[in-house]
């Protein structure tokens, strides 16, 4: 069966350029998740998106931005990168607005910020 | 976390036993999920239990939760060595749909 797609899988950049993750949710799902997880830590909800439209924002910085296209695809943006911002992102989709549908994690996207 | 502890942080035993791995969270909730996460790697979906229901079972996994107590357990029954990984539980918080994760057990079954 189809999972969640990101890309890339690993990411090296230099402090204060720019970042962009993708994700391609399971088929058919409409809601995407973006989470962090940072070493050793749990992963953190940053922000999601319904029908491409913005429905929740975690604890994502202001240096960060995300949106969903017309395929239902997410791409988040990360500017001025800092060193604190290597992690582990993490991007999950799910069917509809439901509160008991579960979420699907993507294999998730290693950045590194040197 | 915000709004989950496990207990304990570390767990090891020997193939073959069980392992249970606790999960207290603060708020009403929706449903609570358990993942598996193997070093570094995705989180896989294990099991998700809704706030109405007290046990659910799937396979060698067994969850309960009582919402009295804010709290679920993961018990693993006759581990293997591909056991071995971090274990956290993730609650769907009531008027959200994003999860909020606890810190994670993180599991070593010894061969």
């Known amino acids: 069966a189809a999972g969640v797609i990101q890309s890339p899988r690993h990411l090296i950049k230099e402090k204060r350029e720019t970042a962009t993750l993708k994700c391609y949710p399971i088929p058919r799902h409409d809601t995407v998740y973006w989470y962090q997880q940072g070493p050793g830590q749990d992963p953190q909800f940053l922000i999601s998106f319904y029908e491409k439209m913005q429905s929740d924002k975690g604890s994502i910085p202001d240096r960060f931005s995300a949106q969903q296209f017309s395929d239902y695809h997410s791409e988040l943006n990360m500017s001025s990168l800092e060193l604190g911002d290597s992690a582990l992102y993490f991007c999950?989709?799910?069917?509809?607005?439901?509160?008991?549908?579960?979420?699907?994690f993507g294999p998730g996207t290693r950045l590194t910020v040197l | 976390s915000q709004q989950g502890e496990e207990d304990p942080q570390a767990l090891s035993i020997q193939e073959g036993e069980n392992a249970t791995m606790n999960c207290s969270y603060k708020?009403?909730?929706?449903?609570l999920q358990w993942y598996r996460q193997n070093s570094g790697r995705g989180l896989v979906h294990l099991i998700l239990?809704?706030?109405?229901?007290r046990e659910k079972h799937s396979g060698r996994l067994r969850v309960t939760l009582d919402t009295s107590k804010k709290s679920s357990s993961l018990l693993i029954t006759a581990s293997r060595a591909a056991d071995t990984a971090s274990y956290f539980c993730a609650t769907s918080i009531q008027g959200a749909q994003k999860l909020v994760f606890g810190q994670g057990t993180r599991l070593t079954i010894n061969p």
């Open positions: 708020t009403s909730i929706n449903n």
């Open positions: 999950a989709s799910s069917l509809g607005q439901g509160l008991n549908n579960e979420q699907f």
């Open positions: 239990i809704r706030s109405n229901e």
